[in-house]
């Protein structure tokens, strides 16, 4: 069965660092998707940027980019020069070619510190 | 365009009370259809979704029922609300294609007392 886990529950950054938010996933499909969401304290689900399996580059998206690694299968999200507005849940989805749903990872609660 | 609506915004029932929760999309065809539960500071659970009018698939839940009466339209229903129930229910849309994203409505709030 396919399955995602990002391992950090918390991180606390500093502003104007570049974070990097873990993303794992176990499939055996050879083709899928993968993508990063924001959620603030509002509660909306905010899409940030999407990866597929076959794409020869990272996706980059603004301060926003995906460490893509196939081998390992990892989806790091990194943002680069961190602002307190980027303080939220992210999460990472994942989604096989196979099946029309969407499966999201526990999530990451970032805090930027000024 | 496109849109999704949902409402309402937040909701507090007692147990045992019936529940439905609406959610319509604008600007689009033949959506995909979802719907999540969001425990407080967890993740996105997936209850509900479908691809069609009529066809619903269901991941989880004993006591809750979707229903796709129309091609935009999608309804979550409960018969009697358990203290479980309690959570933020977000309702998504996502084009038919292999990899396109999900998109979400701003959530409800539910209480159930």
């Known amino acids: 069965a396919q399955k995602i886990t990002q391992t950090q529950p918390g991180m606390f950054v500093q502003e104007k660092e570049a974070v990097t938010l873990d993303c794992t996933y176990d499939?055996?499909?050879?083709?899928?998707?993968l993508f990063w969401y924001k959620q603030p304290s509002s509660g909306e689900m905010i899409f940030l940027i999407y990866?597929?399996?076959?794409?020869?580059q990272n996706a980059t998206e603004g301060r926003y980019s995906l460490n893509f690694q196939k081998a390992r299968k990892s989806a790091n999200l990194v943002i680069s020069a961190s602002q307190l507005g980027d303080s939220a849940m992210y999460f990472c989805a994942f989604v096989p070619s196979s099946a029309s749903k969407i499966i999201f990872g526990s999530g990451t609660r970032l805090s930027i510190r000024p | 365009s496109q849109t999704i609506h949902q409402w309402p915004a937040t909701l507090v029932q007692p147990v045992g009370s019936p529940l439905s929760l609406e959610c319509t999309v604008e600007g689009t065809s033949n959506p995909n259809l979802y719907w999540y539960r969001q425990a407080a500071g967890r993740g996105l659970q997936l209850l509900f979704y479908?691809?069609?009018?009529?066809?619903i698939s269901s991941e989880v839940p004993q006591n809750l029922s979707a229903s796709r009466p129309q091609d935009r339209q999608f309804i979550l229903s409960s018969k009697k609300l358990l203290l479980s129930d309690s959570g933020f229910y977000l309702c998504a849309w996502r084009e038919g294609q292999k990899y396109s994203p999900l998109h979400f409505g701003n959530g409800t709030r539910l209480t159930v007392t």
């Open positions: 479908s691809v069609g009018i009529g066809q």
């Open positions: 499939t055996s499909d050879p083709s899928y998707g």
């Open positions: 990866q597929g399996s076959y794409d020869q």
